[in-house]
């Protein structure tokens, strides 16, 4: 039961209080009346589905849902109301003949009540004629959920009818990111909080980015709610989130609008998804800096041990069980809290070994491992692992804990730091990354290949075109440049105005650099005007008056092949880089020219790859 922008503040709801009185009257005479807010597919521009929300009457004060809910709370009518809710939104839908998919929202305590379960059943979708699959249940968090394991049963039974699962508002509720761990949802919607502003707040913009991320990762689908303004719209977009819903997309309406406007067209219109890339810092960082040396219990210790201990140290949420320095396992504080807190159970296990419970599917790495391979791993196998944390070792013996929040605060911190040093035109890495990255690659003393990209003929194009048209033209470039070097080895930095630095593996640089430069003349037609086109180039004054003849825009680029020792440190790479550069530009069109350089040895005389 989704909330409007704007809410009043829940009524009070003392027993005698006449809301109570009015409430049960507006259940009996089914007078909730539904409301539609439409989703958009944000990837194609087409109308997804609709999140059906609820209102009160008109004159109440029960027209508002979170009094609605507020009383109904106090009242102990969550359940009942929550069930009318949904049928009454079922209700309407069902008459509309509608392809596109429902969204209603459900509490876990409505989940968790038999009646609620019925009432979603496959009678009543028979009844109304609606297909399961069309159905999203939005599981909602207003209480803490401490009993996982109905939960995830409900969940199970309502999934055998063919309905999909979402976690609602994720990032505002008491535990998103264990709900998403443990529900798996094929939907997680986004709250509000994290949208509005996105452009101009690196924090939200960089939760965001996280989270799309890990639902790539997991298989979910993101929702971005609350999108009201084209700045947030248009980030979103480019962060390659699905799916998008807000009051600049469409706002309630008694009736699900299911026409789409030519302005909405255009607002929805596929962007250019712009690669994320890995930043240098991940990708040296690892995950020494996230270890916890948490003293390990043996296999041996019994359960009244494990218990006592995590009575003691209420933040520890994961004890390792070690055999002789030998990771084997880990004792989970909620199932085994759980576990131990059934009847006769002390009695049962206390003196039993631990080993007897302990999760032995955990993630075990080595302290040396980078943060973004370690991101890699955690987010594509089991996603317990980011509740569970993960075992830390040197040399296969155990040395400390990490954990799933602690990882993705790094990355989160990381990600904000490579932000401060972005180019703004491009959001490629800028001169200080650049910078950290070759010093990290001469460091490896594995050869690779550095390229040096520059515009040429692009001050008369600025000139001509105009500014605007030259940033355009440098924001193409940097999008060609990541769709031709998108391996996980490559390295993509702006140096600022049009210069690009490419950081490449040895093998087949060759011919990857021969594809940019031909696709690169192929694309830049699209800059000119078709009578400059048409000519090749295009005619100027310079400074003296005269009338000048300019071809059109190409790019040259100078190639290193760095060899182990060959160079100090970047600035020999740089002037190295730069120096085969100056010899690319001196030919016509797009080209590339090859300096070899091997340690303690002159310069060989540097060779040319020509394209057109």
Known sequence: MALPAETPQPASCEEDNPLLGELRAILERRALSPRFQPIFDLRIGELYGFEGLIR????????????????????GLLAELERSCIESILGAWSGL?????????????ALLDARSRASLGSDLLNQLGLLPRNVVIELTESQPTFNYAPLLEAAEYL??????????????????????????????????????????????????????????????RVVAEGIETDADLAVIQELGIDFGQGFLLGKPALLPNQRISHELIHRLRPMTQIAARVTPSTQRT???????????????????EVQARFLR??????????????????????????????????????????????????LIVDRNISIHDLSERVVSSDPRHILLGFIITQNGRYVGMGSGHDLMREITQMQIASARYANPLTQLPGNVPIHEHLESRLETRIPFVVCYCDLDHFKPYNDVYGYRRGDELIQWTGVLLQECFAEAADFIGHVGGDDFILALPQEDWEARVQVFLERFEVGRHAFF????????????????????????????????????????NHHEVASAASSAKKLAKQQSGCSC????????????????????
């Open 159 to 220: 999934r055998s009818f063919g309905f999909t699962l979402a976690l609602d508002d994720l990032g505002e509720g008491f535990s998103s990111l264990r709900l998403w761990s443990e529900l798996q949802p094929e939907f997680v919607k986004v709250d509000k909080h994290f949208v509005q502003g996105v452009g101009s707040d690196p924090v939200k913009l960089h939760f965001l980015r996280s989270i799309q991320e890990l639902a790539n990762r997991t298989g979910a």
């Open 529 to 568: 005007a078709p009578q400059d086109d048409a000519r090749d180039g295009y005619f100027s004054e310079d400074r003296q008056g005269r009338t000048v003849f300019h071809p059109l825009a190409s790019v040259s680029v100078g190639v290193v092949e760095v060899q182990p020792g060959a160079f100090q």
């Open 286 to 304: 690892t995950a020494e800096r996230l270890l916890v040396p948490i003293q390990a219990v043996t296999p041996g210790t019994c359960n009244l």
């Open 97 to 109: 003949a509608s392809h596109h998919r429902i969204f209603v929202n459900l509490s876990p305590s």
């Open 56 to 75: 009160g009457p008109s004159n109440s004060v029960l027209h508002a849902p979170l009094n609605l809910l507020g009383v109904a709370r106090c009242g």
């Open 593 to 612: 020219f090859l300096d070899r350089r091997r340690p303690r040895s002159k310069v060989e005389q540097p060779q040319q790859i020509t394209q057109g």
């Open 313 to 362: 140290q209420p933040d520890l949420q994961s004890l390792p069980v070690v055999d002789e320095g030998i990771p084997l396992g880990l004792m989970n504080r909620h199932s085994f809290t759980d576990l131990m807190s059934r009847p006769f159970s002390p009695e049962l296990y206390g003196k039993r070994s631990c080993a007897q419970f302990m999760e032995t599917g955990c």
